[in-house]
């Protein structure tokens, strides 16, 4: 008898799956080291992270990225903000 | 790289009948999360013996769409992926474990956990989807 459980670690690309932004899609490549976005309607993934080495890295890599993304989102829909930090 | 351990008592507490994973209704598959400090390691038996972090801001931990099926012979446990929702800032973790909340005796007998090898942090507003994949593990 055998247990056998299907680990990020035996999947070649792994997905990082973030449900409250479907416009984009991370994934990290293990043997590359590299976490890559792909948008919504695009076919080409954008390198955001390299070295990186484990699924933690991968998942804070994403993390960061969409806390500059949201960052922006919010300056952006508030400009009399960015005035005031001007 | 997250990895999947199976906790070594999950094997003798499927041929006690221990776990009923028929479906939701007759398990509750929850995930505990633990610093690397308090990391859990195969021998671990149940709950009692893990150090979990608050949970303070964090959404519901218990694992739903459980199935326990067979194709050819080979048992396939599944869920649907679940998706933590913070509501305010969490306490950093590195290792998402299962454990069974239904039995009584013995008490949350655990399944297994995941190294994701590095600390997780969750900010407010932030999700943190734990991807069962095809199979949380299969039984052959």
Redesign the interface.
Known sequence: ???????????QV???????FPQFQFEWH?QAKRVYLTRIGSTIGEPIGFEI?????A??CV?HF??GY?QRSLELENPTELIKLI | MASFVKNQIFVENLGKAVHNFTSDATCSVTVYLTTNANAPVATNETLSQITPIAYTNLSSRVVTGITWEHTTGTAHMTATDLVLTASGAVATFRWVGLYDDDPTSPADPLIGYYDYASDVTLANLETFTIDFATDILTLA
């Open positions: 008898m055998s247990v056998h459980a299907l680990s990020p670690a035996e999947r792994y997905v990082i799956k973030t449900p409250t293990p080495k484990d699924h933690g890295q998942q804070m993390f969409l806390r949201r």
